[in-house]
Each structure stands twice: as structure tokens, then as C-alpha cells.
């Protein structure tokens, strides 16, 4: 294909032989001719196309917002004969990024790397990079696409706060379930004998009884679970209140994860995926959250959390938006006494009041935020 200067030399290549030809001035016909020469040299340059495999790397997959990410690239040359100098073109995050890679000898190889733009958070989606080459004069260009794709996470900055210490003590011998990890000291029933298991755990009076070895099943108590939901619609934000709202409902989730609670991210947007109960699939979410003007919003904050009010295990909920309306303040409101604590953070210089029981943060920054939630959460 044609690059920009090759289509300037094009056009003008044949201008300058229509005028020539027209108004009988040989000089003019020979500089187009010269045109038609170098176009054509150009293209018979391009037939030579090099055989080059190459090997794309993203280290590391993911990273927070402003933190190094490097592209490791490893290109051979599988040909019997030398390759001409070649490009590598990626796209990140809407960035074009360009890559000069020297002449290859038969059988050599190369290995560059460069950096990748991670000033915005966000999930991108990087397609197989383009190697190509172009004859001397850069009048054609010809690239092939080269390696698979990749996913670099960017996740959102994430602020130390305090996890909400408001959902009951941590009691070591508190309420089990089947589901509950093992490994703790609280018992929650009696089971046959497995190898491996700890001999120090037999119950040697139901083993008497049954004639069999039944040891203590020991697990983790169940905690409170934190529910963090961050509103993705669009009409509550201003400004970049959006990717501050997105670093408070990150902090609060790395937070819980820290202190060992199960949390539980959940967005407002209809098509939203599950981030499963990790800190690192939460921030995964997070990192591809966007405000959508078709998003219900916390409209629908009922219907989002229907399974969890079904349920009996106590949960600590969260709800991070710009500025809540008085329809979100009475439906937060009327799911107040279904949790055991219930925060409501506001990223808006101008905050809706919150309900009476709510724990309330009105900031307009993430860092401002964590601060006043530092201030207001007791340690």
C-alpha cells in the first residue's frame, strides 16, 4: 500500500506528465517519468517480502494506573536471506506505538522492548501487532499482522483505608458453615477420618463409639461480608468524578480483602460480569468500569442485591456514586435494617443528605475520601 508519500509522489507523478504531455514541455515528462520509475522500483522492493516470526510479551498483565507496563518483544528472522529493516506497530489504548527493528541476518533474532501506556485505567484489548517494511524512499508499506493478542489490565489507584469495623467483633469460635475454609480452631462438625489429617484432632470418644476414626472438623468462622456496589451510570457524575468514585470503590475492596473479609464487587450496569470474591478480580472489573447513559443506576439497587436479602449471613454494604438523588436516598434507606451497616459515599461537591443509620462520606476527591473515611471509621 501506498503511504502518504507515496501518494504525494503518485499524484504528482501524474500531474506533472498530464502537463508535460499537454503543453509539450519534455522536461516536465521526464520528472514524471522519474515518478513512474521510483513507484514502480517500490513495488518490485515489496515483492521481497522477509519471512519474520515474531513473539510478544506484556510484562506485567497487570498494573495500576501511572506504574510501568513494558511490551517484550522477540523477532527472527526464518528466512535464507538478510532482512531489510522493519516497523512494529502496536495500538494501546487508542496510541499508536511505533517500533524500528534493524536488519536481521539469516537464523538472528532481536529482542526489544518498550513501554506501554498506562496513564488511564482500563481494560484494553492490545490486537496482534503489525510488522512490516517499506522500500528506501518510504513510498510503499507493506505489514502483517504477527503473534496473538494480549489484555493489559490497568487497575485503579487504590488509597489505604480502613475496612468497616462496624459488622460485629471477630469472634474465633463465632458462626461456621459448610462453606466456611478449613484450617481455623472453631468447630463446626464431625467427620471420618481422611490421611493427612491431624491425628491431634481425633475424637477418640466417638471413635470408641462407632469403631472408626472420626476426627473434629475444624474451619474458619464465617465473616461479615462486604458488598461494595459502585452506580455506573452516568447522570450522578461530573468532571472526573467517575474515576474517583472507581478508586474509592477499588480502596474499599482491597481494604476488606486485606483484613481476610469476603467481599463481593457488584456494578449497577445491566450487563455487568461477577468479579467473584478476590481482590483481584474485583480490581480486574474495576479496571474496565465505565459510566454508561443507559445504566439504571441505583434505580434498580433492590433487584441487584435481591439474592443476597434472600440470604441469612450478615453482610456489610457499601454504596459509592456521584450525587445520590432522594429516590436513592429513600431505597438506600429502605434497605438499611437488611445489613449490618450500611455506608454511603458521595464523590459531589454538592451531596444529597444521607438516611439516619447510614455511615455518610461526602468528598469531592478519592483522596479527600480517604481521609474522611480514616477520620470517621474507628481502627
Partial sequence: MLTRTGAAVGISTVALL???????????????????????????????????????????????????ARAVLTVKNTGTRRSPPLVVTETVADQRVTVPLPSLAAGASHETTYPLPTGRRGRYSIPALMVGHSDPLRLMYVGSPCSGGSVLYVHPRIHHVVPVALGGPRDMEGPTSSRSPQGGIAFHSLRDYQPGDDWRLIDWKSTARTGSLVVRHNVIPDEPQHLIVLDTSSE?????????????????????????????????????????????????????????????????????????????DGTVLAVVTGRASSRDIDILSSLGQRFLTVSLVQISERPTAAPRGVIAVNASTSDRFAALWNQLVPQ
Avoid at 514541455?25 to 515518478?35: D, K, R, S, T, W
Avoid at 481494604?255 to 473479609?261: C, D, E, H, R
Fill in 18 to 68: 498530464a502537463a508535460g504531455i499537454l503543453a509539450g514541455y519534455p522536461e516536465l515528462v521526464m520528472i514524471g517519468l522519474a515518478g513512474v520509475v521510483a513507484l514502480v522500483v517500490a513495488a518490485l522492493w515489496m515483492l521481497l517480502r522477509p519471512q519474520i516470526g515474531a513473539v510478544r510479551e506484556i510484562r506485567p498483565h497487570r498494573v495500576t494506573e501511572g506504574n510501568p
Fill in 236 to 312: 450522578p457524575y461530573s468532571g472526573s468524578s467517575f474515576e474517583d468514585a472507581v478508586r474509592v470503590a477499588a480502596s474499599l475492596c482491597s481494604a476488606a480483602s486485606q483484613a481476610a473479609f469476603p467481599i463481593d464487587l457488584r456494578l449497577t450496569a445491566e450487563d455487568a460480569l461477577p468479579s467473584g470474591d478476590s481482590e483481584l478480580g474485583a480490581l480486574d472489573l474495576l479496571a474496565g468500569a465505565e459510566p454508561g447513559p443507559a445504566d439504571p443506576g441505583l434505580s434498580t439497587l433492590a433487584d441487584l442485591l435481591n439474592d443476597v436479602l434472600a440470604g441469612s
